[in-house]
């Protein structure tokens, strides 16, 4: 049996990673609208990979006994005006969801829920993953994504980036 404040800011967990996923396909539409199809398919992918982390949250809750309740998920509202905005924004907002991660990781160890502890590692290690990746994203935008030669390799490198379902993440 989960403590109801932790299992109430899992379920609130699963709106945000939800967001997450609405956030960055959004951000695929702007790409995709600039006619940048590598951006805008790292973005599908990080879309695809955000909601795997809801579904794995809401399957934790069930596994645990726990009624999943959904809440509307906003609306991505940001405006862009340059292609160096979005990755700024992605790597700002991971930074916002490893906060919240270290909240529940917190109120956990301060409740000895050792379980939802070690639920929770996977998701400090991929925020990890997930800030360097989006660092490095703004870091190559400001070396090489001034000029159309620099852009248009940078687009041919996240094109190819690949979807791989998350298998390994936790299902306790
Ligand atoms: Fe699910 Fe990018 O945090």
Do not use: C
Request: aromatic share 14%.
């Amino acid at each position: 049996m989960l403590n109801k404040k932790i299992s109430d800011m899992l379920n609130d967990q699963i709106n945000k990673e939800l967001y997450s996923a609405y956030l960055y396909l959004d951000f695929a539409n702007y790409y995709a609208d600039e006619g940048l199809d590598g951006f805008a398919h790292w973005y599908e992918v990080q879309a695809q990979e955000e909601r795997d982390h809801a579904f794995m949250i809401r399957r934790y809750l069930i596994n645990n006994g726990v009624r999943v309740h959904f809440e509307a998920v906003a609306k991505p509202d940001k405006v862009f005006h340059a292609h160096l905005e979005p990755l700024e924004a992605g790597y700002a907002h991971e930074q916002y969801v490893t906060s919240l991660i270290t909240d529940i990781y917190h109120e956990a160890s301060a409740q000895k829920d050792y379980r939802t502890m070690q639920f929770l590692d996977w998701f400090i290690k991929e925020q990890g993953e997930e800030e360097t990746n989006a660092d490095d994203m703004v870091k190559k935008m400001k070396l090489f994504g001034h000029d159309a030669k620099g852009l248009y390799a940078l687009n041919q490198e996240l094109a190819a980036r690949v979807y791989a379902p998350s298998t390994t993440g936790p299902a306790m």
